[in-house]
């Protein structure tokens, strides 16, 4: 199935616009607030406490929200996820302008934001089925993602533009208005005939241990997301504290550089989307996948040796472009091998395992960087990335032979 065709799905289309609007949201909030505590409390342990807080919820909720995504409808699941983010992330200017504002009450917030994105994000994945037919799942998928690519361009060059004018904080306030937009898309999106099947309290246990218990005993699942829990406890942790202590206290720069670093993520996964996209259908999926997270690790080795803002803005995009390859490959197995009354605990399992591993990185990351420098944790954490793509290549065989 071509884009093109892809794009004349009225559902999808509006999911896509209203994915690039949120999540540029997302990423403009994620630079005013990393950069914020960055500045107020001159330590990158509690950047780091900041950064995990943005995605402890995954680790804490994810497989009670799975249920919920399987159990009622996603796209109110979605509507009510969008107007909560809405009004919490507003508390920010709120608290600064009252004078309140401090690196506990941003934790208080951050968390508040990622709680609810734990349940938009397994609603969404497991919808797509819904409104795609399953031979353009690969297509469908990879042009999500290129929602999230598309803001993470976007937002970083209206954070980079907007910051001379508005200040930090009123980033925060136009993420509000994105998360508004995002709810109208949504609204309008019409999917017919979706049998939603009653909750029945009482057997939540059972069926959140249902989930557990089907990817235990899946050949692909279980390694699919034992690696995933490995690699992300490994990368992300860089990725996301690391990234604006390499800019402040290695390069010497400011808010502006840092926007820009982010947006060489977004160019990099467009361009290895397009790729994925062109190429993809000549590999299996599962060798994509292990091959990207090689990629994921040995890229960031070279961040070691940056001394310029340039440097750093071309690895950083060759770096992103192994990216897709793990998340479009990744969505489309599951969406593949998954029952669909299974899907959204098993999304939520694997959403868990990528924002809570990175929770957790982030954290540590932030420790470390008290003790050591930037560019030893990227040298080795690259090292430790890629050997988990490269312990999945020798021993997960059934992973590697998804078609």
Known sequence: MKISKIFQNRNLTLLWAGQVISQSGDSIYHIGLIWLVLEMSGSEMITGLVAMSSYLPAVLLSLHVGLVADRYNRRHIMLWADLFRSVAVLAIPLLYFTGNISPAWLIVVAFSIAMSAAFFNPAR???????????????????????????????????????????????????????????????????PNVKIIPPKQKLMSKEIREGLEFVMRHKVLLPLLLITIADNLFIMGPAIVGTPVMVKREL????????????????????????????????????????????????????????????????????????????????????????????????????????????????????????TGVRELYFWIGCGGALCGAIGWIFAKSLKAVK
């Open 252 to 371: 010497g720069l400011g808010a502006e550089s840092y926007a820009l670093i982010q947006g060489c993520y977004a160019i990099g996964m467009l361009i290895g989307t397009v790729l994925l996209v062109t190429y993809g259908r000549k590999m299996n999926k599962g060798k994509i996948l292990l091959i990207g997270m090689i990629l994921d690790g040995i890229t960031f080795i070279p961040v070691f040796w940056v001394k310029s803002i340039q440097l750093l803005a071309i690895i950083i995009i060759i770096h992103s472009l192994a990216i897709p390859m793990l998340t479009v490959s990744r969505a489309s197995m599951i969406q593949e091998l998954v029952p669909v009354h299974l899907r959204g605990r098993i999304f939520a399992l694997v959403n868990m395992s990528v924002l809570g591993m990175s929770a957790i990185s982030a954290g540590i990351s932030g420790i470390i960087l008290e003790h």
């Open 125 to 191: 994945d497991s919808m797509i089925p819904d409104i795609v037919p399953s031979n353009g799942l690969l297509r469908a998928n990879s042009l999500i993602q290129t929602s999230w690519q598309f803001a993470l361009l976007l937002g970083p060059a209206i954070a980079g533009g907007l910051l001379h004018y508005v200040g930090n904080v009123h980033l925060f306030t136009i993420d509000s208005v994105a998360y508004l937009i995002s709810f109208v898309c949504i609204l309008f999106i019409r999917i």
